[in-house]
């Protein structure tokens, strides 16, 4: 993933508003920076919201994704009960090959 660049900004900021803004950062975690560019971020993507049709798809692809959890834990279950030694078998075959690659 290619570095973002970074570009520096001094800000002048009302005193009470400063105290807030640390007060939000330290319970959110954050560095004071973190928090204002969080903030910034969310409030300029909800500004710029997306076209009704990819809000539609990003919601049916949710709704896929869950459905697809849902059959994973179903086809699980059920080979659990069918072939528990299978079932370890192609665990074992799947995560193997994925930890030599």
Same mark, same amino acid.
């Given at each position: 993933m290619?570095?973002? *660049?970074?570009?520096?900004?001094? /800000?002048r900021?009302?005193?009470?508003?400063?105290? *807030?803004l640390v007060?939000?950062a330290?319970s959110n975690? =954050?560095?004071l920076n973190n928090e /204002?560019?969080?903030?910034l971020?969310r409030t300029? $993507?909800a500004e710029?919201? /997306?076209?009704?049709?990819?809000?539609?798809m990003l919601?049916r692809?949710?709704?896929s994704m869950?459905? *697809?959890?849902q059959l994973?834990a179903?086809? $699980?279950? $059920?080979?659990i *009960?069918v072939a528990?030694?299978? /079932?370890?078998k192609?665990?074992? =075959?799947?995560?193997g090959?994925?930890?030599?690659?």
């Amino acid at each position: 993933m290619p570095r973002q *660049r970074i570009t520096p900004l001094m /800000l002048r900021l009302p005193e009470k508003l400063h105290r *807030r803004l640390v007060q939000l950062a330290r319970s959110n975690q =954050r560095s004071l920076n973190n928090e /204002l560019v969080s903030r910034l971020e969310r409030t300029v $993507a909800a500004e710029d919201p /997306l076209p009704p049709e990819v809000e539609q798809m990003l919601a049916r692809i949710g709704e896929s994704m869950k459905r *697809r959890d849902q059959l994973e834990a179903e086809l $699980a279950r $059920a080979l659990i *009960r069918v072939a528990p030694k299978e /079932l370890k078998k192609v665990i074992g =075959r799947v995560y193997g090959e994925e930890s030599k690659s």
